[in-house]
C-alpha cells in the first residue's frame, strides 16, 4: 500500500477521447509530479507543482495537461494522446521542493493504453 | 545537462553472494536517491543521501555517496532471493529529478 493513491489503475482510451488521471495525498506534501515510465525504462519527469503552482513542465506535449487544484490533489488532463504515449504514469509527492533530505513517495501509477 | 549512468544495466547472482552496483551522475547535484522497483509495481524509496561521505544501512543494502567523484554505491550483502528487482538510482538538481536506466538484479535460489 502507497500512500499517494492514483486512479484509475487502468485505462484503455483512444486516440480521440478525452480522459483524466487522478492522484491523492494526505501527508501535507506540498511538492506533487507526474512522471511517464514505459516498459523497462526509468520513469521521466513530466511535471513538478511547487505550492499549487506548476514549477516544471519538461516540454511535456500540450495534449498532456495537468491541474492542481488543491494541496492534496493532482490531476492530468489527457487529449488525443497517440499510440506512443502508452505507458505506466505515476504521480509523486514530496514535503518540499528544494532543501529536503526526505524521498519522493510514489503512487502504484496508471497503466494508460492508448488504441 | 545532467546524465546519470548506472552499471551494470543486468545483474544475475547466487543467494550469498555479495555485490555492488555504481552510480555515475554528470555535474553537481543537490541530492542522491536509491529506489527499488518490482515487476509491474511502483517505486520505493531506499535512501536519500545528501553530503560527501555519506553511508546509509538497510538490512543487506548499504549506499554510500563520494560527492567530489560524482558516484553513489548500492552493496548488497549475502543477497537473499527477496532482493531481485530493478533498483534505480537518481539524481536531484534544481528540482529536476533524473534516473539512471536501472539495474535488474536476479538473484538465483
Known amino acids: 500500500d502507497t500512500e499517494v493513491t492514483q486512479t484509475p489503475k487502468h485505462l484503455v482510451m483512444g486516440m480521440t477521447n478525452k480522459k483524466s488521471l487522478k492522484c491523492e495525498q494526505h501527508?501535507?506534501?506540498?511538492?506533487m509530479y507526474w512522471y511517464k515510465q514505459k516498459a523497462k525504462k526509468p520513469p521521466e519527469l513530466m511535471f513538478v507543482y511547487s505550492y499549487e503552482k506548476l514549477s516544471i513542465n519538461e516540454s511535456v506535449p500540450s495534449r498532456f495537461s495537468p491541474e492542481c487544484p488543491n494541496s492534496s490533489l493532482l490531476n492530468l488532463h489527457l487529449h488525443a494522446l497517440q499510440p506512443e504515449d502508452s505507458a505506466l504514469y505515476l504521480c509523486?509527492?514530496?514535503?518540499?521542493?528544494?532543501?529536503?533530505?526526505?524521498?519522493?513517495?510514489f503512487g502504484d501509477g496508471t497503466r494508460l493504453s492508448i488504441l | 545537462e545532467l546524465k546519470v549512468e548506472q552499471n551494470p544495466l543486468f545483474l544475475s547472482m547466487q543467494e550469498g553472494k555479495n555485490y555492488t552496483i555504481y552510480c555515475n551522475y554528470s555535474?553537481?547535484?543537490?541530492?542522491l536517491y536509491w529506489y527499488r522497483q518490482d515487476p509491474g509495481k511502483s517505486l520505493e524509496s531506499l535512501f536519500v543521501l545528501l553530503s560527501n561521505g555519506a553511508v546509509k544501512q538497510e538490512g543487506r543494502l548499504m549506499a554510500s555517496l563520494d560527492t567530489k567523484a560524482r558516484l553513489s554505491t548500492l552493496h548488497i550483502t549475502a543477497a537473499v532471493h527477496d532482493l531481485s528487482a530493478t533498483y534505480f538510482c537518481a539524481v536531484d538538481r534544481d528540482d529536476k529529478i533524473i534516473f539512471g536506466k536501472g539495474t535488474r538484479l536476479h538473484i538465483l535460489p
Open positions: 509523486a509527492s514530496s514535503q518540499e521542493t528544494g532543501e529536503s533530505n526526505q524521498p519522493q513517495h
Open positions: 501527508m501535507g506534501h506540498r511538492a
Open positions: 555535474t553537481t547535484s543537490d541530492r
